[in-house]
């Protein structure tokens, strides 16, 4: 992540008195003064991480809370439509087959940084200056530490009220399943062995859900559904190119904010794995007229 150099009243100059010849001292205060202090106090190792600055603005911001907020509040507007109209389903697969208007309605959530905040995880890994790993994040989750999203409490609480089945497909392994239903159940959310469906490849329940939205949508009609990445709400979003990920999203458009409803998470995600590598990534305007 490239960051701004620091500003000139961010660098600290020393006097030192000169005695007994000691210009060498003078000269290495000097040099030590002039480098420039990392913001906030952090030290240079941990600002310069390329996770930081995202992290701290989803841990700290204002910003975040009140994005998170109001994405779940103007998410009950397209849901009460939904409820009443028996022709609508955020389902793809199911809107195709049809013979869904009799079903009982269904939301369909995505647990990881969509209701559950793993920003603590992710802080660890800054600090120990490590990468994810299976191993790590199934301790992470077996804790039973991650809160609750804002907003996604309130919602899923109103939604549950307004006649909605909950459901939440997550790619958090069948090993961590019951500490997963046991810390949604602690923020207060509905949370069962049968309404959270976890991800097992060997048993056909891969990363990109299909199976699982297959099962939800056997007994129930599909009415929204609600991630942090579009793999959350269709597929053809598993490409290794930023340009075919973003012509998926183009085709798609018209579902969000309706059918589909997207949370934002800047610090990891599918997203990243299609990225061009290092300065291709960046897109600067030509300064030639």
């Given at each position: 992540?490239?960051?701004?150099?620091?500003?000139l009243?961010?660098?600290?100059?020393h006097?030192?008195?000169?005695?007994?010849?000691?210009?060498t001292?003078f000269?290495?205060?000097?040099?030590?003064?002039?480098?420039?202090?990392?913001?906030?106090?952090?030290?240079?190792?941990?600002?310069?991480?390329r996770?930081?600055?995202?992290?701290?603005w989803v841990?700290?911001?204002?910003?975040?809370?009140?994005l998170?907020e109001q994405?779940?509040?103007?998410?009950?507007?397209?849901?009460v439509?939904?409820?009443?109209?028996?022709?609508?389903?955020?389902?793809?697969?199911?809107?195709?087959?049809?013979?869904?208007?009799?079903?009982?309605?269904?939301?369909?959530?995505?647990?990881?940084?969509t209701?559950?905040?793993?920003?603590a995880?992710?802080?660890?890994?800054?600090?120990?200056?490590?990468?994810?790993?299976?191993?790590t994040?199934?301790?992470?989750?077996?804790?039973?530490?991650?809160?609750?999203?804002?907003?996604?409490l309130e919602?899923?609480?109103?939604?549950?009220?307004?006649?909605?089945?909950?459901?939440?497909?997550?790619?958090?392994?069948?090993?961590?399943?019951?500490?997963?239903?046991e810390?949604?159940?602690?923020?207060?959310?509905?949370?069962?062995?049968?309404?959270?469906?976890?991800?097992?490849?060997?048993?056909?329940?891969?990363d990109?859900?299909?199976?699982?939205?297959?099962?939800?949508?056997?007994t129930h009609?599909?009415?929204?559904?609600?991630?942090?990445s579009?793999?959350d709400?269709?597929?053809?979003?598993?490409?290794?190119?930023?340009?075919?990920?973003?012509?998926?999203?183009n085709?798609?458009?018209q579902?969000?904010?309706?059918?589909?409803?997207?949370?934002?998470?800047?610090?990891?995600?599918?997203?990243q794995?299609?990225l061009?590598?290092?300065?291709?990534?960046?897109k600067p305007?030509s300064?030639?007229?």
């Amino acid at each position: 992540m490239l960051r701004p150099s620091a500003p000139l009243a961010n660098y600290v100059f020393h006097f030192v008195s000169i005695t007994r010849g000691t210009v060498t001292g003078f000269l290495l205060a000097w040099f030590v003064g002039m480098t420039p202090l990392p913001a906030s106090g952090q030290t240079a190792d941990l600002a310069q991480d390329r996770r930081f600055d995202a992290l701290t603005w989803v841990q700290n911001s204002a910003e975040y809370r009140m994005l998170t907020e109001q994405t779940f509040r103007l998410a009950l507007h397209p849901l009460v439509t939904a409820l009443d109209d028996v022709t609508i389903s955020a389902d793809e697969a199911q809107l195709a087959e049809g013979k869904f208007a009799d079903k009982p309605p269904a939301i369909i959530l995505d647990c990881d940084e969509t209701v559950l905040d793993n920003s603590a995880y992710n802080a660890r890994n800054i600090l120990k200056k490590e990468n994810y790993s299976t191993e790590t994040w199934n301790a992470w989750c077996l804790e039973v530490q991650a809160e609750a999203i804002p907003g996604s409490l309130e919602f899923v609480t109103r939604a549950k009220a307004l006649g909605a089945d909950i459901f939440f497909i997550t790619n958090r392994r069948d090993v961590v399943k019951k500490a997963t239903v046991e810390n949604l159940k602690k923020l207060g959310f509905p949370a069962t062995e049968e309404n959270v469906l976890t991800k097992n490849k060997e048993l056909g329940r891969g990363d990109d859900k299909i199976s699982r939205r297959e099962t939800v949508a056997k007994t129930h009609r599909i009415v929204m559904l609600i991630g942090d990445s579009m793999s959350d709400l269709c597929s053809g979003m598993d490409v290794t190119e930023t340009s075919q990920r973003n012509q998926v999203g183009n085709q798609k458009f018209q579902q969000l904010g309706s059918r589909w409803i997207m949370l934002p998470n800047p610090v990891y995600g599918g997203w990243q794995q299609a990225l061009p590598e290092n300065e291709h990534a960046l897109k600067p305007k030509s300064n030639t007229k």
